[in-house]
């Protein structure tokens, strides 16, 4: 499974940016409009929130269990998160946490 988190999480990266830079490339590289964007529409706006309550819930985990487990390497996904998304956070979080010395 760890090479599956490890794939998910080069897709998640690689297939948003994408995405992104196209958009930065055509309106320029204008944070707010992309934020206006992204708030086009009702549909738009929710999938936003959906987005943002899961990195929320997502950095919540993140530090709570790298706390307990005093596993700092899992903090990476913390900005992963927020500076390219969901789509990379989580499952670089997976694959960071199911490290090779065998613990969860």
């Not at 897709?11 to 196209?22: D, E, K, R, V």
């Not at 409009?33 to 738009?44: G, I, R, Y």
């Not at 706006?45 to 919540?60: E, K, M, R």
């Amino acid at each position: 499974m760890r090479l599956v988190w490890l794939a998910l999480a080069v897709w998640g990266t690689i297939h948003p940016m994408s995405y992104f830079l196209q958009w930065f490339e055509e309106n320029s590289y204008d944070l707010m409009a992309m934020v206006d964007a992204w708030h086009a529409n009702a549909a738009t706006s929710g999938l936003v929130w959906d987005l943002t309550i899961a990195a929320a819930a997502l950095t919540i985990w993140v530090v709570v269990e790298s706390i307990q487990q005093r596993r700092w390497i899992g903090l990476l996904a913390i900005p992963a998160t927020f500076g390219i998304g969901v789509s990379c956070g989580l499952p670089l979080y997976l694959f960071l946490r199911s490290g090779s010395d065998g613990r969860p």
